[in-house]
């Protein structure tokens, strides 16, 4: 089976950045995916990782260290908007099922 | 991009009714669908995982017999809520990805079932 943890709450400054940590275990990682969702709303795809190292998409980044079995999704310039729980989320094998972590709600305040 | 619908968008039923909820994939063939449930402030917890034209596999803990799941199409899978009761409320929320050995999940808006 797999395990995930994250912090369950994160507060961070308009225009700052901030890191939301992931760290997992699982029999057969295959890579690690951020979701986004806001209160009452359905989840939306962020960014994915099989490999080692930092994808960027915009104001968003994620990272992954398979040896470590840690990522964490790095979002920068925040906005107000951006308050919303991420969740992070492990590929096991070859299937496209996913297990999903706690998530994180994230606080921006001005 | 992928789009996914879901009906009803919310339903209120009494104990002991079945409630249907249908997922859709709009613009894509969804040879996958999942079924989630997420309580209020948790995570999204795997119900099924639907193949077109096969039997849904239904995660440890749930009742097959009370979540009857059909996928009998490429862009449609129902989820059937069973002699409903109120530890069944929840929001619940599917997903579908295309197939072709991408990562992505595309989901619904999902389903806010109250059980009275």
């Known amino acids: 089976g797999q395990s995930l943890e994250q912090p369950s709450e994160v507060t961070a400054v308009e225009g700052a950045i901030v890191q939301i940590n992931c760290t997992y275990q699982?029999?057969?990682?295959?890579?690690l995916s951020w979701y986004q969702q806001h209160d009452g709303g359905a989840p939306t795809f962020l960014s994915y990782n099989a490999l080692d190292g930092l994808e960027e998409t915009g104001r968003f980044s994620s990272f992954l260290s398979r040896s470590d079995s840690y990522g964490y999704l790095l979002l920068q310039e925040l906005q107000m908007k951006d308050s919303a729980s991420y969740f992070c989320?492990?590929?096991?094998?070859?299937?496209?099922?996913?297990?999903f972590g706690i998530g994180t709600k994230l606080q921006v305040i001005p | 991009g992928a789009v996914v619908s879901q009906h009803p968008s919310w339903v209120i039923c009494k104990s002991g009714t079945s409630v249907k909820i249908e997922c859709r994939s709009l613009d894509f063939q969804a040879t996958t669908m999942f079924w989630y449930r997420q309580f209020p402030k948790q995570s999204l917890m795997l119900m099924a995982t639907s193949n077109e034209g096969s039997k849904a596999t239904y995660e440890q803990g749930v009742e097959k017999d009370k979540f009857l799941i059909n996928h009998a199409s490429l862009t449609l899978s129902t989820l059937t809520v069973t002699s409903a009761h109120p530890e069944d409320s929840s929001f619940y929320i599917c997903?579908?990805?295309?197939?072709?050995?991408?990562?992505?999940?595309?989901f619904g808006p999902g389903t806010r079932l109250t059980v009275t």
């Open positions: 997903s579908a990805t295309t197939g072709t050995g991408g990562h992505e999940q595309y």
């Open positions: 989320a492990v590929r096991e094998g070859g299937y496209q099922k996913v297990t």
């Open positions: 699982t029999s057969g990682f295959y890579g």
